[in-house]
């Protein structure tokens, strides 16, 4: 039977938090281009807000795996050893020398993104205005980066108000790729900045438990627990990870179709 264009299933993508692990969203994404699954809307917290305002803007993922292995490397990894306020500016830099100074409606593909207001504690999704300002209020991770105002709010990191953002896909087939590693550590964290980052994954973990219930298909890239957060020079071992991730899930994807 042939499926008119008006009867095709909608997909959704949301692209979770996770510092350098974000980068794994990369392999995720060649494989559905190559694969012609085509993606109808993204919702997209932190680092996923980075790698999805690219795919939105129409960037190709092998051209994003290089911007990975350089600029995304030169950036945060200046930023989070010399834990630089003013880093954020250089995110947006990033993302308005590959698409512009954009807005959200000018997008390819509708996306949204989660930020957090450190106020009230409150999720914030962003959804309209320059895609750069509210990718670098998505990646605003306390103690690394200065908080972003917009719309008059105080925005923090997503994460901890909603690292993956199922439930803001209003699609037929709802797809989530979680790049928080489920498995135990092999070893204790060896520095403070370790164990805290240890410490919020186990938190974000658990309180993304429903939105990973809520997603048709779970993507979850197999990502070595010797990988950090601040370990973007490992952008290939990243990518590849999820790669395999998706590629175990194309046929339930195409089942779904």
């Not at 990033?94 to 504690?121: H, S």
Request: charged share 25%; with cysteine.
């Amino acid at each position: 039977m042939i499926k008119l264009p008006w009867f095709q299933k909608k997909i959704g993508l949301a692209l979770g938090g996770g510092v350098a692990r974000g980068l794994a969203h990369i392999g995720v994404l060649k494989v559905l281009k190559k694969n012609k699954i085509p993606i109808d809307f993204i919702s997209a917290t932190s680092s996923g807000a980075v790698i999805g305002s690219l795919f939105a803007f129409g960037i190709d993922p092998e051209y994003m795996e290089d911007i990975a292995k350089k600029k995304f490397f030169n950036i945060f990894t200046v930023s989070v050893s010399q834990i630089n306020p003013f880093a954020e500016d250089e995110i947006v830099q990033l993302i308005e020398r590959e698409i512009g100074k954009v807005n959200f409606d000018e997008a390819n593909i509708p996306i949204v993104m989660v930020a957090q207001d450190i106020k009230t504690g409150e999720r914030v999704v962003l959804k309209s205005g320059r895609v750069s300002r509210a990718v670098s209020a998505s990646c605003a991770f306390p103690g690394i980066f200065t908080p972003k105002k917009i719309g008059g709010r105080t925005l923090i990191d997503g994460g901890g108000a909603d690292n993956l953002p199922v439930g803001l896909l209003e699609t037929d087939i709802r797809i989530a790729v979680d790049v928080i590693p489920s498995h135990s550590l092999k070893r204790d964290p060896d520095n403070p900045v370790r164990i805290m980052g240890r410490a919020i994954d186990l938190a974000i973990k658990k309180l993304t438990a429903p939105q990973r219930e809520a997603a048709d298909i779970l993507i979850e890239p197999d990502i070595s627990p010797d990988i950090w957060h601040t370990d973007f020079n490992k952008a290939a071992a990243l990518i590849k990870a999820g790669e395999h991730a998706a590629e175990k899930k194309l046929a339930e994807i195409k089942r779904l179709l």
